[in-house]
């Protein structure tokens, strides 16, 4: 290979020799539902995202069928929150709205539902709370009537976020004793205790009122432990697998593809996006360029999907010249 440039030389012989690529049809985009009325509100740390209530969802979802894209991610933001997450589990909750709309009115596109409480508890942790502390095993039920109801209401997939041990073990349970023995779990099972979630918390209102999510997410330091709690949650039935953040992440998306024969997806969170959003509207960088580049890395290091906030925008850059 002493002329590696011989494969070089031309935009043909370079296509013919890639190994990786962005494909429409492994993105999957996040899309926020409020249970206010009549608004499109922007997200003002995350250009170009908005929280749609569901009489204009339509919006989004129209823009999201015309560029390609079959897969979204859902999360909800209830007018009310309470110590018990009730808004969460609630058969009329807004995520149960959002998925019977969505099921009905684009039957094809495949919704995947967030499974977390901190949208919807007071205090913005992701379990219940005593006496200052996250609880854990008193948690679990309420994901699991969660995940049920979600399920119920027509969610394709179910994704459990709050980092609860045990999560995708009730989940799992709870879905085969109510006739949903084929709905999926994708579990966050690599989900570090990040910065980056800065800008999601702004959007679904859920930064925790108290302390931090330390005790149940992840040391951004370790990365042997993160292949501990993906082992557990294949052990647990989990059948797809996110690591999260992604760029600064992409040695654990690498070395969970090469450890467990799973499908794995990268979330490109929230602050990922805004640095990226924030440099280009300055001309600091090429936005496009930067966005593809950063998306093939994902594929690169091994994920199969990518859960990203740039979706529609990749979607209609490949559409425009694949
Ligand atoms: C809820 C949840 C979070 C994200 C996805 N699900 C926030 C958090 O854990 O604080 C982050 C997504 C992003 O930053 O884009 N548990
Ligand atoms: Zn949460």
Redesign the pocket.
């Known amino acids: 290979m002493e002329r590696a440039r011989r494969l070089r030389q031309s935009a043909v012989l370079r296509n013919l020799v890639r190994e990786n690529h962005v494909r429409t049809d492994e993105l999957i985009y ?1 899309v926020f539902v409020t249970e206010k009325e009549h608004t499109k509100e922007p997200v003002v740390s995350m250009p170009g995202i908005f929280q749609y209530s569901l009489d204009y969802l339509h919006e989004e979802l129209d823009r999201v069928m015309a560029c390609g894209i079959s897969a979204i991610l859902l999360f909800g933001i209830p007018l009310h929150k309470d110590a018990m997450a009730g808004g969460a589990y609630d058969e009329n909750g807004i995520v149960q709205r959002a998925i019977r709309q969505i099921k009905k009115e684009y039957p094809d596109l495949l919704v995947i539902a ?1 499974v ?1 409480l ?1 949208e919807y508890t007071d205090h913005g942790h ?1 379990g219940l709370v005593r006496d200052g502390k996250i609880l854990n095993d008193e948690t679990l039920p309420l994901l699991a009537d969660t995940a049920v109801s979600y399920a119920k209401a027509g969610a394709d997939i179910i994704a459990p ?2 980092m609860m041990d045990m999560q995708v073990d009730s989940i799992r349970h709870a879905l085969n004793h109510t006739g949903f023995l084929y709905t999926p779990v994708m579990a966050y099972s690599a ?1 570090f205790a990040s910065a ?2 800065g ?3 702004d959007a679904a209102h ?1 930064a925790p009122q108290f302390g931090d ?1 330390k005790t149940y ?1 992840m040391d951004p330091a370790n990365g042997r432990e993160a292949l501990r709690e993906v082992e557990e949650d294949i052990r647990e039935g989990a059948d797809m697998i996110i690591a999260k953040p992604a760029m600064a992440y992409l040695d654990i998306i690498r070395e969970i593809t090469a450890s467990y024969h799973i499908p794995v997806v990268a ?1 490109n ?3 990922e996006y805004a640095m990226v959003k924030a440099a280009a509207a300055n001309g600091w960088i090429d936005e496009k360029k930067v966005v593809m580049e950063n998306l093939t890395g994902m594929k690169r290091a091994g994920a199969k999907m990518i859960i990203t906030y740039h979706a529609l925008d990749a979607a209609q850059w490949l559409l425009e010249e694949p």
Do not use: A, L, T
Request: with cysteine.
């Open positions: 996040p967030d977390c901190c992701c976020s709050g989900k980056y979630y800008p999601f918390r859920s999510r997410q979330y969170v929230s602050g």
